[in-house]
């Protein structure tokens, strides 16, 4: 009868962490990982499918409005997007602040961004990939594995950031080959 009840109380224990905690069992991405297909809404209220661009090396970026950090890295990233997107590389920025969907469209145009920006309106992406503080961004090699992540901006990390998608786009030339 003892045990009858204390496997009752472990039971009501673990379904009570489930409700409470319902995202503990969701795992968070990290370098190594390969990304599953995920969808988000572009400015124009289309949607941006992961898997459309998986044969590609994709810097994926988070951002904000209300972040400087991250509005002073878009120009830099227009930079490298310019520089390698005819050797394969695709940048994507998310906006965590979808519902400013005007304000985003006035940043992208003063800053002439060319590359694909959307939102994550319900945050699952942002989930997904464990992001803590903005600007952060991932960069995923053509097997879709996440090959590098940086959190924070400052100028000199495109150095880094440029290092690695050469890298990775050399790597991936070679392979392909």
Do not use: H
Not at 60 to 84: G, I, R, V
Not at 149 to 165: K, L, N, P
């Amino acid at each position: 009868m003892r045990l009858n009840r204390w496997v009752l109380i472990a039971v009501v224990f673990l379904i009570t962490m489930l409700i409470i905690f319902p995202g503990a069992k969701e795992k968070t991405l990290t370098i190594g990982d390969v990304v599953p297909d995920f969808r988000a809404i572009d400015l124009n209220g289309d949607y941006f499918f992961y898997n459309d661009y998986r044969s590609n090396v994709v810097l994926l970026n988070f951002s904000a409005t209300w972040c400087a950090y991250c509005l002073e890295e878009l120009p830099y990233l227009e930079k490298l997007n310019k520089k390698y997107r005819d050797q394969g590389l695709i940048i994507v920025t998310v906006f965590q602040d979808y519902q400013n969907i005007d304000l985003i469209k006035e940043i992208i145009d003063k800053n002439n961004i060319s590359y694909l920006v959307v939102t994550d309106e319900k945050g699952k992406i942002s989930k997904l990939f464990g992001v803590v503080a903005l600007p952060f961004s991932v960069i995923i090699d053509r097997n879709s594995v996440i090959r590098y992540s940086y959190i924070g901006f400052v100028a000199q990390d495109i150095e880094r950031y440029e290092c690695t998608i050469r890298n990775l786009l050399r790597e991936n030339a070679i392979q392909r080959k």
